[in-house]
């Protein structure tokens, strides 16, 4: 079954299955935890990268602070600088940190290292938790990276990653006559249609191209690694391959807005959101903003759609980020009553409906109504296409290229492919051969067998 069939047949199921309902949930923390302060005067460090459930942590934390008596330190920093920072700190045994974020490409190398603490008997223990915490409802793809290949759990996921399509100038597909893209074809095809009306862009991206462009690279029928995690040989640099790269970097390059290639996240967004690039596959969190941030200009114009398939399916990127507890650090059950609080439930149903916090990562939350009502866009039920993509990429397993230990220094040399073809300096399979040949070498330095 293509992925593309398996998405038709989930909502399928989950229409015939009914859903279940959260209600909201008020501001004030629980009263079993509100008079249960088993680590009065304890203090705790943790650390995560930069993003907006960082900024929601620093503003609810004084309410667990009072409610808890525990003191929580909590730091973070860009993305890149977080992960390179973190896998020294684990990787030395460290003690700075109680709690850290688990991040999506980083996930294997941490815990199959064994540099974080199995949760599991936290997470089942009644008495380790201030409201019920349900371990099982974290929507069962988004758990997948947090998971070691002993079947333990060693982060719980506060942030999913599902890659849909958004426009940002609906209006200007319907004044072509086109509709939202469904096959790569069909995605040329509308970019050609709109590029330039009303001077919008067709396209944008972020140049984080690793995460970008390998669903193209699925789509036409390509693989980053032969078989992972057990065969690690990379073989992007196929006929598929080169077709895929030079595909998107068709996009980048004859649709999208000039200086393209230096855009990070928030440029991209920001693109859609000013209403200066239309259409843009990225993950959920990075597309709602053009219907619920305040700045956006085209909040009343925007589409969402699931990601266009090519020849070979459907391949939405998928990826989550969790919040675990370091092996080394001192005060484990202290950061589980912070992490179960934080990740229950109740604080985040509050962070779904009262924050607006997207990118939710527990199936009874997605699935509730009010979740749904407010993730109804334009009259689009996003949240259903949200959770699709999530179960899809942990349930068909096309997203383990990504969670090897070894893909950050992949990663790195298909950043430079895609540039290299984009600004011409080579064509598509030139680029993937060299990319692989930097790799086997770094790859067989590291001692792994290929």
């Known amino acids: 079954m293509t992925p593309s069939n398996y998405l038709n047949r989930r909502r399928f199921l989950q229409a015939a299955a009914g859903t279940t309902a959260v209600g909201v949930v008020g501001l004030a923390a629980p009263a079993v935890f509100a008079n249960t302060r088993p680590f009065e005067g304890v203090t705790i460090n943790g650390a995560g990268m930069s993003s907006t459930f960082a900024e929601l942590i620093k503003k609810i934390l004084p309410e ?6 525990i003191k929580v330190n909590f730091s973070d920093q860009a993305f890149g600088v977080y992960n390179q920072q973190m ?3 684990l990787s030395t045994g460290g003690s700075a940190y109680d709690f850290a974020a688990v991040t999506f490409i980083y996930s ?17 223990d009644p008495n380790m938790n201030p409201t019920p915490f349900d371990p099982q409802d974290f929507a069962a793809g ?27 100038r609906g209006d200007l597909l319907d004044e072509a006559g086109v509709e939202m893209p469904r096959s790569f074809e069909e995605l040329i095809s509308v970019c050609q249609a709109v590029h330039q009306k009303d001077d919008v862009s067709a396209f944008v991206a972020s140049n984080l191209h690793h995460w970008n462009w390998i669903p193209f690279l699925m789509g036409f029928g390509g693989e ?18 080169a077709e895929a790269i030079e595909y998107y970097a068709r996009l980048l390059t004859e649709f999208s807005p000039d200086g393209v290639l230096s855009y990070d996240f928030p440029q991209a967004t920001e693109a859609q959101l000013s209403g200066r690039a239309n259409l843009q596959c990225q993950a959920l969190s990075y597309l709602t903003p053009m219907s619920k941030d305040p700045k956006s200009t085209v909040s009343d114009t925007v589409r969402y759609s699931l990601m266009p398939g090519g020849p070979a399916g459907s391949f939405p990127g998928s990826n989550s980020h969790g919040y675990g507890i370091p092996a080394g650090a001192r005060n484990k059950e202290a950061a589980w009553h912070f992490l179960s609080w934080l990740l229950g439930k ?11 916090y997207t990118a939710i990562a527990r199936e009874s939350i997605i ?6 009502e407010r993730m109804t866009l334009n009259g689009t039920d996003v949240a259903s296409l949200y959770l699709d993509v999530l179960n899809l990429g942990g349930d068909s397993g096309y997203m383990k290229y990504r ?25 598509g399979r030139d680029a993937l051969t060299q990319a692989k040949k930097g790799i086997v070498i770094d790859l067989r330095k590291a001692g792994i067998r290929l």
């Open 64 to 69: 667990f602070e009072e409610s808890s008596g």
């Open 403 to 427: 969670t090897v230990p070894i893909f950050p220094q992949v990663g790195g040399f298909l950043n430079k492919a895609v540039e290299a073809v984009a600004t011409g300096q080579m064509n």
């Open 224 to 241: 980053v690694f032969a078989a992972p995690p057990e065969d690690l040989m990379p073989v992007f640099d196929s006929v598929e391959g």
């Open 87 to 89: 896998d020294l700190e």
């Open 367 to 372: 699935t509730s109504a009010p979740y749904r």
């Open 142 to 168: 988004a758990q997948t990276a947090m998971r070691g290949t002993d079947g333990s759990t060693y982060g719980y996921t506060f942030e999913a990653g599902a890659m849909l399509m958004g426009a940002s």
């Open 108 to 124: 294997a190398r941490w815990i199959g290292a064994g540099w974080l603490h199995p949760l599991d008997d936290f997470a089942s």
């Open 346 to 356: 109740d604080v985040q149903t509050r962070l779904a409906l009262e924050e607006g």
